[in-house]
């Protein structure tokens, strides 16, 4: 055999074993088909309604549509399901965008992969998950892209902070967890973090800990610097902060029956040295900062399948938003990161820039519009007076309204803290 058709035969057999399957998409393309593959739980009985749609604004009115929420202050709970599989000995991949078109207060967007042996009528917040992935908004304080993984029964939240974004556009969102349990996250196909899942998690006990029968010897000096035992306090140290104003006189009128015995006024002294304190110098017997010596910890073993679930069966969106108005779409399950990446380009990447300009558009036409309404307004100065009244009494009925709404309203815990801290 030739040198070169060794190399190709060594090209081919790469190509086929890095052959790259695709467990799940869903683009919403086919109208209300969606239906039938997407099932609502109904572990509760008032879970917010997705509806299908592109939004306001969007790059491509067919392939931008997607599952909206359409509904304030609901928890949501909506899956689908696809042939089971394992990541095992493969990478895994998932991909998603996000676009909180209504300029989301609070509000979840993430999504969670579950085992096949989930019971989709029943999905809640607290069914097992392998995965949960996506980004998650609450309030000014939470902003972030969760990357949760379930180990051994336990989920187990990443230790870095991934910021996600909070804008009103759609992004792509993309988690890569490798067989060589490494990771990587994916805002719009641009890294935004990577690492090792066992350095970045706390699936394992540490690896090494603090030696428990390692003591600080007594005699173990830390102070680097000493007061100098040569120094000595001078013998005219100490001299009165204040003394008697030497240039004060006693007033020629001051009678000391009626005004009692004269006394000059106090003064700083300029003579005054105030407290002594001895010359610092470096300690002779300074050992240096005493370092607690580590061992392996017993309690440490190493996994290298960490990245593993034996089943993944079902991909679910169990959310909690306030302000509704989340489309979710481009959904992709896979094996290659590379087609992932291909795809997001396809996807979000034909269609971002037109979604933006029709924003954009749309935002310039409110502009003069409003401009408009408000020349009208200053012409019609009289009129408006009047209208002022009824307004008021309009929106004091407006509030009543949604004061009581409110109260109606369900609440997830955050939610309620960050309304007390309003
Ligand atoms: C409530 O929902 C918000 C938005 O998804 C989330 O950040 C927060 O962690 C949730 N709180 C609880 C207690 O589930």
Request: glycine fraction near 6%; aromatic fraction near 10%.
């Amino acid at each position: 055999m030739t040198p070169l058709s060794l190399l190709c035969m060594a090209v081919s057999v790469a190509l086929i074993t890095a052959e790259s399957t695709v467990y799940f998409r869903e683009q919403f393309e086919d109208g209300d088909s969606w239906r039938s593959r997407w099932v609502e739980s109904n572990h509760k009985s008032d879970y917010g309604k997705f509806v299908l749609t592109a939004g306001k604004y969007y790059g491509d009115a067919d392939k931008d549509k997607g599952l909206q929420t359409s509904q304030d202050a609901h928890f949501y709970a909506l899956s689908s399901r696809f042939e089971d599989f394992s990541n095992m000995d493969q990478s895994l991949v998932i991909q998603f965008t996000v676009k909180h078109e209504q300029s989301i207060d609070c509000g979840g967007g993430y999504i969670k992969l579950f085992p096949s042996d989930l019971k989709q009528e029943d999905m809640n917040g607290d069914s097992v998950y392998n995965i949960m992935f996506g980004p998650d908004i609450c309030g000014p304080g939470t902003k972030k892209v969760h990357v949760i993984f379930n180990y051994k029964g336990k989920n187990h939240l990443i230790n870095k902070d991934i910021r996600c974004k909070d804008d009103e556009y759609t992004h792509l969102y993309t988690l890569i967890v490798n067989p060589d349990n490494t990771y990587e996250v994916k805002i719009d196909n641009k890294k935004v973090e990577s690492g090792s899942l066992e350095e970045d998690w706390d699936f394992l006990p540490p690896k090494k800990i603090k030696d428990p029968e390692a003591k600080k010897p007594a005699d173990w000096d830390e102070r680097e610097k000493i007061a100098d035992p040569d120094d000595k306090k001078p013998e005219d140290w100490d001299k009165p902060e204040n003394i008697p104003d030497p240039d004060a006189k006693k007033p020629d009128d001051w009678d000391d029956e009626m005004d009692g015995e004269w006394e000059p006024p106090m003064v700083t002294n300029p003579e005054y040295n105030g407290e002594w304190k001895p010359r610092q110098i470096d300690n002779p017997a300074y050992k240096g900062k005493w370092v607690h010596p580590e061992i392996d910890n017993p309690e440490y073993t190493p996994d290298n399948e960490i990245y593993k679930y034996n089943s993944i069966g079902v991909i679910g969106l169990d959310l909690w938003q306030v302000k509704s108005g989340t489309i979710f779409d481009s959904f992709l399950i896979t094996n290659d990161p590379k087609l992932a990446e291909e795809v997001g380009y396809e996807t979000w990447g034909v269609t971002k820039d037109t979604e933006k300009k029709m924003k954009e558009s749309q935002e310039e036409d409110e502009r003069k519009k409003r401009e408009e309404e408000e020349e009208t307004r200053k012409e019609d100065a009289k009129d408006e007076e009047q209208d002022e009244e009824k307004e008021e009494d309009e929106e004091e009925e407006e509030e009543e309204q949604e004061e009581e709404e409110e109260e109606e309203e369900e609440e997830n815990e955050t939610d309620s803290k960050l309304k007390d801290e309003l």
